[in-house]
Nanobody, 135 residues
Framework: QVQLVESGGGSVQAGGSLRLSCVASGYTSSSYYSSYCMGWFRQAPGKEREGVVV???????RYADSVKGRFTISKDNAKNILYLQMNSLKPEDTGMYYC?????????????????????????WGQGTQVTVSS
């Protein structure tokens, strides 16, 4: 059973930066972790959860238009850690940030479109870390 634990959230002023981390466990080996599609999602109060960025097992990446040029995703397959570097933060970036994962095998069987930012395409979720950006 894959488990995801996020950290790194906090309160910053607009223009500031934060780095989120997501530690994954429950994989059989680091190579197996590398075969998972990973992503960051967020949910603001009163709004639906939305995709921020996803990274496929082949390293391809897709960012939501709202964060392009400001956020950077990276993945350490040796340590099973997913990162999200967030720069030039805006008040509209405020929300609970979640790490998510889905195995390539599951996605192939389900016919999931590559680089999908749809939260329903991910089966494993962390508990989230709060990000608050003040103006």
């Amino acid at each position: 059973q894959v488990q995801l634990v996020e950290s790194g959230g906090g309160s910053v002023q607009a223009g500031g930066s934060l780095r989120l981390s997501c530690v994954a466990s429950g994989y059989t080996s680091s190579s197996y972790y590398s075969s998972y599609c990973m992503g960051w999602f967020r949910q603001a109060p009163g709004k639906e959860r939305e995709g921020v960025v996803v990274i496929e097992s082949d390293g391809s990446i897709r960012y939501a238009d709202s964060v392009k040029g400001r956020f950077t995703i990276s993945k350490d397959n040796a340590k099973n850690i997913l990162y999200l570097q967030m720069n030039s933060l805006k008040p509209e970036d405020t929300g609970m940030y979640y790490c998510a994962a889905d195995s390539e095998e599951t996605r192939v069987v389900a016919g999931t479109r590559p680089l999908s930012l749809d939260p329903t395409d991910f089966g494993y979720w962390g508990q989230g870390t709060q990000v608050t950006v003040s103006s």
